[in-house]
Nanobody, 121 residues
Framework: QVQLVESGGGLVQAGGSLRLSCAASGNFFSIDVMGWYRQAPGKQRELVATIASRSGTNYADSVKGRFTISRDSGKNAVYLQMNSLKPDDTAVYFC???????????????WGQGTQVTVSS
């Protein structure tokens, strides 16, 4: 059973920083891509950033220059360094991974349980 476990959310003042972490555990063949989405109250879930070996990194325009995504393949982990946080960044942040569970299977998407990030003005 594949699981994604997140940590690092919390409450921070505007202009501050937080670092989110997510690690994949369980039995699987490989990880194609990892990333972060977020969902604010009353809004749809939106892409924040992704990182993949072949295609590199991708960021939402709203976080470019402030957030940095990185990955530790040896630990099956992904990180999101969030700087210059704004109240609009307040949301539940979800880790996701595109994982090949067995070598002959297609990539499946897995989600973490979500971690709350609250930025006060």
């Amino acid at each position: 059973q594949v699981q994604l476990v997140e940590s690092g959310g919390g409450l921070v003042q505007a202009g501050g920083s937080l670092r989110l972490s997510c690690a994949a555990s369980g039995n699987f063949f490989s990880i194609d891509v990892m990333g972060w989405y977020r969902q604010a109250p009353g809004k749809q879930r939106e892409l924040v950033a992704t990182i993949a070996s072949r295609s590199g990194t991708n960021y939402a325009d709203s976080v470019k220059g402030r957030f940095t995504i990185s990955r530790d393949s040896g630990k099956n982990a992904v990180y999101l360094q969030m700087n210059s946080l704004k109240p609009d960044d307040t949301a539940v942040y979800f880790c996701y991974a595109g994982i090949v569970v067995v070598a002959t299977s297609p990539t499946q998407r897995f989600w973490g349980q979500g971690t709350q990030v609250t930025v006060s003005s």
